[in-house]
């Protein structure tokens, strides 16, 4: 499985709700990534985790909770969101850090299309 | 601050040409560099990726070139076909403890007219 699978591939959501994005990988992959797209715009860093350990967060809005229940899973909680969030959201996962020069094997989930009303 | 510049923002070639984008980097610590295809709709998929320590590296029609002196690489796409029309970004990486973060370039848009 060379895959990362994220749902749902789209969602609605009232700036008072809660929701979740999920990410999933069984490559064996260490570092699981958020990122954030607009449209027309390249991927913008948002979290980082590493070993299931939060290792970076681009300083983003609280109303954003990251969440690694384990290796291989990666949530997105959402709550209070505004309209100018609606972006597609992106995950991704690469091999262990730290180990020298490899391709690190960086992967791409086809994203959740977020629009907030 | 980009850390990556990437151009030009799009390029129309014609089907059967080449197509050619390039990128510059400013920070000597990056250690991967990638080109991710992007369609409307879907997730960016990784085309070729090159280490610093290679000139060039060719798969099938796309080569990178990279001139680690100038911090420049770039992105050719030989006998460019409609089916290459997406949108191209290049990008650069640091390996480290926190993780392997990309830096992305703006994006090229690429139209291949039959």
């Known amino acids: 499985d060379t895959e990362v699978t994220q749902t749902p591939k789209h969602l609605v959501m009232g700036m008072t709700n809660k929701k979740s994005l999920k990410c999933e990988q069984h490559?064996?992959?260490?570092?699981m990534y958020w990122y954030k797209q607009k449209a027309k715009k390249p991927p913008e860093l948002m979290f980082v985790?590493?070993?299931?350990?939060?290792?970076i967060n681009e300083s983003v809005p609280s109303r954003f909770s990251p969440e690694c229940p384990n290796s291989s899973l990666l949530n997105l909680h959402l709550h209070a969101l505004q309209p100018e969030d609606s972006a597609l959201y992106l995950c991704?996962?690469?091999?262990?850090?730290?180990?020298?020069?490899?391709?690190?094997?960086?992967?791409f989930g086809s994203g959740t299309r977020l629009t907030v009303v | 601050q980009q850390q990556v510049k990437q151009s030009p923002q799009s390029l129309i070639v014609q089907k059967g040409g080449i197509s050619i984008i390039n990128c510059a980097y400013e920070?000597?610590?990056?250690?991967?560099f990638p080109w991710y295809q992007q369609f409307p709709g879907k997730g960016p998929a990784l085309l070729i990726a090159?280490?610093?320590?290679?000139s060039e590296k060719k798969e099938g029609r796309f080569t990178i070139s990279f001139n680690k002196s100038a911090k420049q690489f770039s992105l050719h796409i030989m006998d460019s076909q409609p089916g290459d029309s997406a949108t191209y970004f290049c990008?650069?990486?640091?390996?480290?403890?926190?993780?392997?973060?990309?830096?992305f370039g703006k994006g090229t848009s690429l139209l291949v007219t039959p």
């Open positions: 991704a996962s690469s091999q262990e850090v730290g180990r020298g020069p490899t391709n690190y094997g960086y992967t």
């Open positions: 490559m064996g992959h260490r570092a």
């Open positions: 985790y590493s070993y299931e350990k939060l290792s």
């Open positions: 920070n000597t610590a990056f250690d991967y």
């Open positions: 090159i280490r610093p320590d290679v």
């Open positions: 990008a650069a990486g640091r390996n480290s403890n926190s993780g392997y973060a990309l830096n």
